[in-house]
Nanobody
Framework: QVQLVESGGGLVQAGGSLRLACAAS?????MAWFRQAPGKEREFIAAFKWSTSNTYYQDSGKGRFTISGDDAKHTTYLQMNSLKPEDTAVYFC????????????????WGQGNQVTVSS
């Protein structure tokens, strides 16, 4: 069973940047980032496929967020720029062994979550 450990969250002012990291204990087909704001459902942001380095973004992640991966470290990153107060949420990374890696429903292995707070 792959285990995921996240790091990099915290408090940042609006307009600032943060980079989240998610280290996996082993290889998977793909890894992804989600977020959940208070009182809202978990939201799919972006996914990264290890074998091709292909990426997939939902609307929430397009433009300001960039997902990437370091195969040697089994680590995926989420670079977040021009952050807004509405980006405040708990951010989760996840992994899948499913081929349909752009489908958020196939992610069944989860990290512990990392709080990101954007102040206005």
């Amino acid at each position: 069973q792959v285990q995921l450990v996240e790091s990099g969250g915290g408090l940042v002012q609006a307009g600032g940047s943060l980079r989240l990291a998610c280290a996996a204990s082993g290889r998977s087909v793909a890894m992804a980032w989600f977020r959940q704001a208070p009182g809202k459902e978990r939201e799919f942001i972006a996914a990264f496929k290890w074998s091709t380095s292909n990426t997939y973004y939902q609307d929430s992640g397009k433009g300001r967020f960039t997902i990437s991966g370091d195969d040697a470290k089994h680590t995926t990153y989420l670079q977040m720029n021009s952050l807004k107060p509405e980006d405040t949420a708990v951010y989760f990374c996840a992994a899948t062994f499913h081929d349909r890696w752009s489908n958020p429903l196939v992610y069944t292995i989860w990290g512990q979550g990392n709080q990101v707070t954007v102040s206005s």
